[in-house]
């Protein structure tokens, strides 16, 4: 499926190659081009995409793979599986197994962080994880959701949104962060809490939704 993007590609009846997802491009006319873009594409930009799609598939079943071997170490997971599993993994960062995602690449964490066991990150958009950061057990991470409608639910349509926690922030155990967040440097979440909007740095925030209890400056 092509969707129309107003995107200026060349202002002459030559195709250029200025598409941020060249070689794919379909010319519509003289002076417009569109660019085709894969599930896999339209999943980490936030459109509605195919889970289903065999691109899509195939990531998540070698993130199935390596998450097996992580998840048979008693104690800290091996950094280099982990560098396997995700995009990017900061100096002297730990996580403790048992951990759970769906491809892993979309996942970028910082320096000296420390994930606690029972980690879940649904991870269709891209989840940033910043520098000197703690998480505690049993957080759940996620950037999927679905539509209110039932009949796009039956066609398993997903859209995600990035979520993003900054540096040195303190997420409290059994905490939910929903899709499209950002919670700002050295916040704290307390337990329990379910995230569902951006929290300002320097903040404690607790409850379900997460409301802001004070500023800790």
Partial sequence: MVRCLSIVVTTSNHLTTSSPWSPNVIIITNYYAVPTMTELE????????????????????????????????????PRKLLEQLLGSFGEDSHILPPFLCEFGKTIHIGSHTFINMGATMLDNAEIHIGNNVLIGPNVQLYTPSHSLDHHSRRRWETFAKPIVIEDDVWIGGHVVVCQGVTIGARSVVAANSTVTEDVPSDTLVGGSPAKIIRFLK
């Fill in 42 to 77: 339209k999943m980490v930009n936030g459109m509605d995409f195919d889970g289903e799609d065999p691109e899509i598939l195939a990531i998540r079943d070698n993130a199935y793979r390596l998450k097996v071997a992580i998840n048979q170490h008693p104690g800290d997971a």
